[in-house]
């Protein structure tokens, strides 16, 4: 059993991927984004279901919906001049500004949304051969996490972002 599952190869490590942001016309901190990113999460995704009964037995039948949550979080390691977070909080506030509370527009003209594209590398970081990336179309900031100091730790500060999106493709994998 061993040799087999040794004969199987290696396994897919998550610390191994790249992110594509393209630049936002207005925020040029965005350009050192891709270093900073500490970890990214594919949103799971499906159909929704219903279930049809009749008699004693129950069926689950796929529903007429796409099941997606429609945003994604990656956290971030806040650079020392906070370039990159004030990148962020400046295209958060291009959407939604917290202290005006003005809500900006949501076409394509104001440049608001863009596609961000993940995929699997090797440890050269090279993409992995045969296995495509996960596009997710008209992404904008949605959300800017919460910044935590402590006097105690030493470590670096990270951020959440959330990015919420109109569609995921993933039928290039």
């Known amino acids: 059993m061993v040799e087999t599952i040794y004969n199987m190869g290696d396994d897919a490590f998550a610390n191994l991927f790249n992110i594509s942001i393209p630049p936002i016309a207005f925020i040029d901190q965005l350009t050192a984004t891709i270093i900073r990113v500490q970890n990214f999460t594919i949103p799971a995704s499906g159909a929704n279901t219903y279930e049809v009964h009749y ?16 945003e994604f979080t990656f956290d971030i390691r806040v650079d020392r001049y906070w370039l990159v977070y004030k990148g962020f909080v400046a295209w958060k506030n291009a959407v939604a500004n917290t202290n005006t509370g003005s809500i900006g527009n949501d076409n394509i003209l104001d440049n608001n949304r863009v596609p961000i594209t993940v995929w699997a590398v090797d440890a050269s970081g090279d993409p992995i051969p045969n296995v495509g990336s996960w596009t997710f179309k008209g992404c904008f900031c949605q959300n800017v996490g919460d910044v935590g100091f402590d006097y105690t730790s030493g470590d670096p500060i990270t951020v959440t972002i959330t990015m919420g999106f109109l569609t995921m493709d993933d039928t290039l994998l």
């Open 55 to 70: 008699k004693t037995h129950k069926i689950t039948k796929p529903g007429g919906k796409v099941d997606v949550p429609n």
